[in-house]
């Protein structure tokens, strides 16, 4: 750990969460006159800097490929001035409101080089300075205090075990309260601070002699325990049983059931946990129900539109001539619908035509309300991921967005700029597969939008719910209160195509063993575990100069002998072989070589790329240790701080598939994926296929997966809770 001491020269960059680099004038360097008289660059977490104040900067430096030589900081200190020249340049450096350099200069005069300690002891010495009025001397004497305090209380929360970045948004969120909030409860800070994980807090509070038994820990670790378990499964609520079954394995302690229960307790009285009819939801899903059964009712309860008789006939008769296509009752229903309801659901399996409805919307909603250049400003097209959106827009011709850059995401804070407070002013939202649509996210998106905003959600309830919890559109639907439409008639078979009819089957638990293999587009290549690698390697083959975005292969999970991993190894051999003309770097123990086909893992919306997109590795420097990815024309550098944002992509899972459409789709079907084998799972990835399915695997483990229904039925009640709205 090495210490420069010096002033702030000039801020070249600064985050919202306080992420600081600094160019800064070194003073002394920890004994080494290296940097003395010079400039250095520095990056860290700072509160509430000011360029008038010398720092004592404790880090180390380091060698950044693109910037050069950097000081990264752990943790630092203010230096109290204790100079005319420092004095009156703290004071009058605009940390001080309405003291300009005239009253600094009054300042020192009367107090001199000890000015600042004499007011931090006394502020009553202020009053000897006549050109101050008494704001003057209350704004001076309040500035220095809580300067003091954000000192010491950010160095307490280092020598606790927090690095500069947590201290700094600890301070921010607590102010002067810090230390009182620490004592009382560490744990307080899991609850508030989403980025502070219940490990790294619990890590420091064992550290700090908390004992595995105190009740805060207990309490901390149910509401882990709920984050957990929703996390992995998908629920909203939960059971007291699993929750007890469950807290042993997240704390390493196995606390009384007795004491579980009066803890658990305890969090429903202080309302971070809500308790009805013996089910326990964490408090930010139970208000994300309540906003979504508050305005969903809201605009069901809403009086329809009216338009006169025959009025949508005609402009659906107008609209199918021009753009002669013709459609069928339900079509017709869902357009009108459309128009006439405040809120609205469309559902259907594969090829119903959901993306030429949504079209059709769109237009005639234009030409109706006779908009030409303000379309995108009244009717808005979402999608959850990047690739949804990216598909809805290029079937539609419309824009479409990820509901994350519509309200406008801020990677840093976490936070949507579009919310309650500053709401869009879109008259009309569709939001197009919205199976992928959690509970938090869906609330969200309506505090974006204003009260009288129409809504149309449009999706395959068959599907795979989305990744986070929640199962919006099931729940929405089996309610049995709002207009749903549900589209049945087939528009994707005019080749014959026997996919969509496997898709159908497949969702109806049924198996005709005699769609395989009798055309070009539907095939069943049995394997088994141990000879599957063998015979994939002659299939894939044909494919190898196949535009990437027309050939993806999916598996249902990422372990065993067959998972994604090692199948994603093994194809990269194939479709990317070693070059001397290829430059590689490994990453988390995974070679990654130029011309690799790879999957983006985050939402990265300052770039333009989102959870779910694919790319190809267009260039490597592995002295940099830089990456960077083709997403279709958008090329974006990863450096090592994100590398983990991406994958290879040869193989995919097929949640990350949801929302994607692919000429040709393979998926290997084997015992082995026990449990991640059921019907939503088989039917999603089937559906991603638009041309040509290739299964292959195990005939047993097929049957298997299609005859699991039971798998993953999450414990949500939305649909419950607004019935009882009704009730």
Same mark, same amino acid.
């Given at each position: 750990m090495s210490k420069v001491v010096g002033s702030i020269s000039r801020t070249i960059f600064k985050s919202d969460n306080d992420y600081y680099v600094l160019l800064f004038k070194v003073k002394d360097n920890d004994g080494d006159k290296k940097y003395n008289n010079k400039v250095i660059t520095v990056t860290g977490y700072f509160y509430d800097l000011d360029d008038s104040m010398d720092l004592s900067l404790s880090g180390e430096f380091t060698k950044h490929s693109k910037y050069g030589e950097q000081f990264n900081v752990s943790s630092y200190q203010k230096l109290i001035p204790e100079d005319k020249n420092s004095i009156v340049a703290f004071f009058s450096g605009g940390l001080f409101k309405g003291i300009g350099e005239a009253k600094a200069l009054k300042i020192y005069e009367e107090l001199g080089n000890d000015a600042i300690n004499l007011i931090k002891e006394d502020e009553n010495v202020l009053r000897k300075v006549r050109a101050l009025s008494e704001k003057n001397i209350l704004t001076i004497s309040k500035k220095i205090q809580e300067l003091d305090s954000s000192t010491d209380t950010l160095l307490s929360l280092t020598e606790l075990g927090f690095n500069s970045n947590d201290a700094t948004m600890i301070y921010k969120k607590y102010k002067e309260k810090t230390v009182e909030i620490v004592n009382e409860d560490i744990y307080t800070l899991f609850y508030d601070l989403e980025k502070l994980s219940f490990q790294k807090i619990d890590r420091i509070a064992l550290k700090n002699n908390f004992l595995k038994n105190d009740e805060r820990r207990i309490r901390a670790g149910?509401?882990? #325990?709920?984050?957990?378990?929703?996390?992995?499964?998908?629920? #909203?609520?939960?059971?007291?049983?699993?929750? /007890?079954? /469950?807290?042993? $394995?997240?704390?390493?302690?196995e606390t009384t059931y007795d004491d579980f229960k009066e803890?658990?307790?305890?969090? =429903?009285?202080?309302?971070?946990?809500?308790?009805?009819?013996?089910?326990?939801?964490?408090?930010?899903?139970?208000?994300?129900?309540?906003?979504?059964? !508050?305005?969903? #009712?809201y605009l069901n309860n809403k009086e329809d539109i009216n338009y006169k008789k025959d009025y949508l006939d005609k402009k659906i008769r107008e609209f199918e001539k021009v753009s002669n296509i013709t459609y069928d009752a339900k079509q017709k229903e869902a357009i009108k619908e459309a128009f006439v309801k405040n809120f609205l659901i469309i559902t259907g399996g594969p090829g119903t035509g959901k993306t030429t409805i949504i079209k059709s919307i769109v237009s005639m909603y234009r030409d109706i309300f006779h908009l030409k250049y303000d379309l995108e400003d009244e009717v808005v097209l979402l999608a959850p991921t990047g690739r949804a959106s990216k598909r809805i827009m290029e079937a539609t011709t419309y824009k479409a967005s990820t509901i994350h850059r519509f309200l406008k995401w801020n990677k840093d804070t976490n936070k949507f700029q579009v919310n309650e407070n500053h709401k869009s002013e879109a008259k009309l939202v569709i939001i197009d597969e919205v199976s992928m649509l959690d509970t938090l996210l869906f609330s969200s998106l309506l505090n974006g939008l204003k009260y009288d905003t129409r809504i149309i959600l449009v999706g395959d309830a068959n599907q795979l719910p989305s990744v986070l919890p929640g199962e919006v559109l099931k729940d929405l639907i089996d309610c049995n209160l709002f207009k749903v439409i549900k589209l049945t008639n087939l528009y994707r078979q005019k080749d014959e195509s026997n996919i969509i009819n496997l898709a159908y089957d497949v969702n109806s638990g049924e198996i005709h063993y005699d769609l395989f293999n009798q055309s070009n587009d539907l095939i069943f290549y049995k394997a088994d575990?141990?000879?599957?690698?063998e015979k994939l390697m002659l299939i894939v083959k044909d494919y190898l100069k196949t535009d990437y975005h027309d050939f993806q292969i999916m598996a249902p999970m990422y372990?065993?002998?067959?998972?994604i991993n090692n199948l994603n190894i093994m194809l990269q051999d194939i479709f990317n072989? !070693?070059?001397?003309?290829?430059?590689?770097?490994?990453?988390?123990? =995974?070679?990654?070589?130029?011309?690799? !086909?790879?999957?983006?893992?985050?939402?990265?919306? +300052?770039?333009? $790329?989102?959870?779910?997109?694919?790319?190809?590795?267009?260039?490597?420097?592995?002295? !940099?240790?830089?990456?960077?990815?083709?997403?279709d024309g958008n090329l974006v550098t990863f450096n090592k701080s994100v590398f983990g944002n991406f994958t290879l992509g040869y193989?995919?899972?097929?949640?990350?598939?949801?929302?994607? +459409?692919?000429?040709?789709?393979? $998926?290997?079907?084997?015992?082995? /994926?026990?449990?991640?084998?059921?019907?939503?799972?088989? /039917? #999603?990835?089937?559906?991603?296929?638009?041309?040509?399915?290739?299964?292959?695997?195990?005939?047993?483990?097929?049957?298997?997966?299609?005859?699991?229904?039971?798998?993953?039925?999450?414990?949500t009640d939305l649909g419950e809770k607004i019935k009882k709205r009704y009730s």
């Open positions: 149910i509401v882990n #325990t709920m984050r957990v378990l929703g996390n992995e499964k998908g629920d #909203t609520y939960f059971i007291e049983e699993d929750i /007890y079954r /469950y807290l042993k $394995i997240i704390i390493n302690y803890n658990l307790k305890k969090l =429903v009285n202080s309302l971070r946990v809500v308790e009805i009819d013996n089910k326990y939801q964490l408090m930010e899903y139970f208000e994300a129900d309540s906003n979504i059964v !508050k305005r969903l #009712t575990s141990m000879d599957l690698k372990k065993t002998l067959n998972g072989p !070693k070059s001397s003309k290829k430059n590689e770097i490994t990453i988390f123990d =995974v070679i990654y070589r130029e011309g690799d !086909k790879v999957l983006q893992l985050m939402n990265m919306p +300052e770039d333009n $790329i989102y959870n779910g997109d694919i790319g190809i590795i267009n260039k490597i420097d592995a002295v !940099k240790k830089e990456v960077e990815i083709d997403y193989v995919i899972s097929i949640h990350k598939s949801q929302g994607s +459409e692919f000429k040709t789709v393979l $998926i290997p079907i084997l015992k082995e /994926y026990g449990r991640m084998l059921y019907r939503k799972l088989i /039917y #999603t990835g089937i559906t991603r296929s638009k041309q040509k399915l290739i299964l292959i695997g195990e005939v047993e483990a097929f049957k298997k997966g299609v005859l699991n229904n039971n798998n993953n039925k999450r414990k």
